[in-house]
Structure formats: C-alpha cells, structure tokens
C-alpha cells in the first residue's frame, strides 16, 4: 500500500502500490473525452496519473506533460484521473491541450489495477498523483508517487526512464 500526504498533512494511503519496475503493467481501458475507450496505445506509454483537473498542480502536470510529449518520438503520454470525461474535454479545449490523450477511470478498475485509488482521507475515490513509465511491451520502467500530492511529478526522471 502506497502512501502520500495531504496538503494539510493527513497521511493517506491508496489500495495497493504501482506494479513494480520490470513487471508487466496491467491492461486498462480508460473513457476518452469523447467517451470511447481509451487503452494502452503502441508503443512507449507515460501514465501521469492524478486527482483531478480541478486542481491547479493536476492541471499543470497535464499542460506540462503536453509540452514533453511534442519532443517524445514513440512515446504517448496519457493523463488518467477521475474527473469526468466532459470536464476533460472542456479543459483540454480551453488549454489547448493536443498532444496527450486523456483518459477517465470514472466506469474502470485503472485506479485498482494500478494501485492508485485513495482509500482514505478527503481526497478518497480519486487517484494518487503518479507516473508510470511503460517500454513498448508494456513493461514497467520507471514509478513514482509523489510524497505530496500538491508537489508536481517528476518530469525529469520519467523522461530519463525512456533512454
């Protein structure tokens, strides 16, 4: 079980830990913004996972991570919370969001396969902020949770996971 920290200080933990570096990752299937399935694209795969949009670091790790996917050949970076997919859409449209696919867990088992799922405090039901970092056969490169869940992902370290 993973565990992350509140803004607030409230310890909070989630219903598993990420797969392991050099496992298989689970399969998943994500609602798109247009609500079709979203699944693990070809290729190499950045999970950022998260809380929601509706929070400004949520927010900026998606307008960020859209800025390193434009230099990623190979690679698709998909963001993954429980906001709904209309919000998603509505953000992404007004942030000019167009170079990550986003993905709702809001009718999946994302947040259990992965082990992101708060089980307590506030902020339960919706995911701890995270990375994952997937080699074209789905396996596991690199993870983090990140420790406070208002600091933002470590954009560096996911990058350098991709070789």
Not at 23 to 36: N, Y
Not at 43 to 59: E, H, K, Y
Not at 115 to 123: C, E, I, N, R
Not at 124 to 132: D, I
């Amino acid at each position: 079980m993973a565990r992350t920290e509140l803004r607030d200080g409230t310890e909070v933990h989630t219903v598993g830990d990420l797969p392991a570096v050099g496992s298989r990752a689970p399969e998943f299937t994500l609602t798109g913004q247009d609500l079709s399935d979203v699944s693990r694209p070809a290729g190499r795969v950045v999970l950022n996972i998260f809380p929601s949009l509706d929070t400004a670091t949520c927010a900026t790790s998606v307008r960020r991570f859209n800025q390193i996917a434009a230099g990623l050949d190979g690679t698709t970076v998909v963001c993954a919370s429980m906001d709904l997919p209309y919000a998603m859409r509505r953000f992404c449209a007004a942030e000019g969001i167009d170079r990550v696919v986003v993905g709702s867990g809001f009718r999946s088992t994302f947040g259990t396969d992965f082990g992101v799922l708060m089980t307590d405090g506030a902020m339960r039901g919706l995911y701890a902020r995270s990375v994952v970092v997937l080699d074209a056969d789905g396996t596991v490169l690199h993870t983090q949770v990140v420790p406070m869940i208002g600091d933002e992902p470590d954009y560096d370290g996911a990058i350098a996971a991709l070789g």
